[in-house]
């Protein structure tokens, strides 16, 4: 391989290019509207007339020749470039500092009876209901939020999410059509929530109710279960109290023994479920200020963050260095105003890290000034209480020194829980387990202690499964090796035709060889079916609706019996 002095070159601007970095690289337009005007405002030279009055011999001695841009120039010129890239916000250090994300749940719970065909909401009530909850999911800047649908049963449509475009896809594949059981059980709905706030504690958890009727019987259960559980509910009513009739999706209007179906909106019981408990109702169609307040409830409420394990890229700006030569050389041409600008240069905040005032700041305090500003090194360097000096090496990835720091400090369950962390990302899975188990001692709902506890177990369990199904199989082959060897030991002892058996084994490698173009064409063979079958799968429509209806039929089997009870005790279909 030659080398090559270009590429060598090229890779170094390849380099450079991945190390700088513009906050605000709209600046840059600057600088060709600089160089553009300082050709504009150049000065031209005039034909002269001296040739035509004077002898050629006298013309070099009174002609002033053009000595192209004055130096100044040039060099005011390199200056404010260097300048308009200070203002672009040159960068040439990235930090990785750490980022929160929010702990706030939401649940939605979905009307999904018959009676939101109704027309009295044009197109129907379906229709604005949907339209609400994707505009209640784009104002919602954080937070984690579930799916619960339900008709004749209650069902997870979507455990806590972040992500906005699957939660709307699902919201759109959502129809009363495709619930296996009719009717209106908010009461299973609730519960539903309740058990995946449950198995997902948080300290802020915000419930929403998209319907259109809540029954007189169910006032009950769910003043009594919102009362127990703590949570607020938040109810959205569609329709009108007089009511409309129910266009089906085929064109039928709804019937009950040949009467026209015409559900209504129970306004008194909103009001006086809301005026009982802690409940707040709104009626379509909703303000902003009630969107809004929706939204933002559980930030009201003071909702709480945790760290993400995602980090993110702060870019350390150096501008300020690049404006220095432009000041100097603005000085040098005001020279009667040097003063003032000495006094302005003088008078600039300076960087934290270099501050005269840091003798008031305890060691810890800067060293929290550092975490804040991402740069864990230096907030390690300062620390001087030994558990935030373990969380920096902790951030810096210093396994090992966060253990030998908190091993013998660790007094609280979040300090043995850090602990544990730190162990078992340094591959001390024991111990880890030892940690988590003290932390759990001294707080017995520690909830992520607890989860980190079984995840260890299970993968120690899984572990010994594997190795001690590899014992197995190791002892499997040990005794059909052995086998194999008596086998052929009485074969040599037994008499037979010694040529046959010889040739035999000469023609097996030829048969072998002659094998293989088979074997290429069964393997070309087999290529051009798996190309095959993927075209035809891409052919086939995916049908998110449908998909989701075997979903709930899948789920309506396993509580079949149930169900069915339910609809034969003579509760409405709508």
């Known amino acids: 391989m030659v080398w090559s002095p270009c590429a060598d070159q090229r890779e170094k601007v390849m380099t450079l290019l991945e190390h700088l970095h513009f906050t605000r690289p709209h600046w840059l337009l600057f600088i060709p509207m600089l160089l553009a005007l300082l050709l504009a405002l150049q000065p031209r030279t005039q034909p002269s007339k001296l040739p035509k009055l004077i002898s050629a011999n006298l013309l070099p001695w009174l002609e002033q020749q053009h000595q192209g841009l004055p130096v100044n120039r040039i060099i005011g010129l390199l200056c404010a470039v260097l300048f308009i890239l200070g203002l672009a916000g040159i960068s040439f ?27 009295d909401l044009q197109p129907n009530r379906l229709t604005r209901m949907t339209q609400t909850m994707r505009d209640l999911l784009n104002a919602q800047q954080d937070g984690e939020v579930a799916l619960v649908a339900y008709a004749g049963d ?34 299973l709905a609730l519960n539903t929530a309740l058990e995946l706030l449950t198995n997902q504690p948080s300290s802020q958890a915000h419930l929403v109710l998209f319907t259109d009727d809540i029954k007189a019987s ?45 559900p209504t909106v129970p306004v008194d019981r909103f009001e006086e479920l809301a005026q009982e408990t802690n409940i707040d109702w709104f009626s379509y169609p909703l303000t902003n200020v009630e969107l809004e307040h929706l939204a933002t409830y559980n930030q009201s409420q003071g909702g709480n963050a945790k760290l993400s394990n995602t980090r993110s890229q702060i870019w350390q700006e150096e501008g300020h260095w690049f404006s220095l030569p432009f000041l100097l050389w603005l000085l040098w041409q005001f020279r009667r105003g040097g003063l003032f600008m000495a006094l302005i240069w003088f008078g600039v905040k300076q960087p934290a890290q270099a ?44 396994y090992q020194d966060t253990i030998a720091l908190l091993d013998g400090s660790a007094e609280t369950a979040r300090d043995y829980y850090n602990l544990g962390n730190a162990k078992a990302l340094s591959g001390d899975i024991e111990g880890a387990i030892h940690a988590y188990e003290q932390a759990l001692q001294q707080q017995t709902d520690f909830t992520e202690a607890q989860e980190n506890l079984d995840y260890l177990r299970e993968q120690q ?63 070309a063979q087999a290529e051009e079916d798996n190309l095959a079958m993927e075209q035809w799968m891409r052919q086939i429509q995916d049908d998110p609706g449908t998909l989701l209806q075997r979903k709930l039929w ?21």
């Open 355 to 398: 501050s005269y005032l840091d003798w008031l700041y305890t060691p810890d305090q800067l060293g929290q000034q550092a975490v804040d500003e991402g740069d864990w090194q230096r907030a390690r360097d300062l620390f001087r209480n030994p558990k935030w000096r373990a969380a920096s090496e902790y951030a810096l990835e210093n």
């Open 154 to 187: 209650a069902f997870v449509i979507s455990p806590f999410s972040q992500d906005k475009q699957t939660l709307v896809h699902l919201l759109l594949a959502l129809d009363p059509t495709i619930m296996p059981v009719y009717g209106s059980r908010l009461d």
């Open 218 to 262: 169910e006032l009950a259960s769910v003043r009594q279960l919102i009362q127990t559980s703590g949570f607020h509910l938040d109810i959205i009513s569609f329709g009108t109290p007089e009511g409309s009739s129910v266009k089906l999706p085929n064109g039928e209007i709804l019937r009950d023994y040949g009467r026209e179906v015409k």
């Open 461 to 523: 369990q899984q572990q010994q499964q594997q190795q001690q199904q590899q014992e197995n199989d190791s002892q499997s082959n040990d005794s059909s090796t052995a086998n194999k060897d008596s086998q052929a030991s009485q074969n040599d002892s037994e008499n037979g035709d010694g040529t046959s058996e010889n040739g035999a084994s000469e023609q097996q490698p030829h048969a072998a060889n002659a094998q293989s173009p088979s074997a290429n064409q069964a393997y």
């Open 93 to 119: 250090v990235s930090k990785d500092a750490p980022m929160y994300e929010s702990t706030n749940k939401s649940v939605f719970l979905i009307d999904q009876s018959l009676s939101m065909y109704a027309v």
């Open 554 to 574: 899948y789920l309506h089997q396993e509580r079949r019996n149930e169900n069915r009870f339910r609809q034969e005790n003579g509760e409405k279909p709508w």
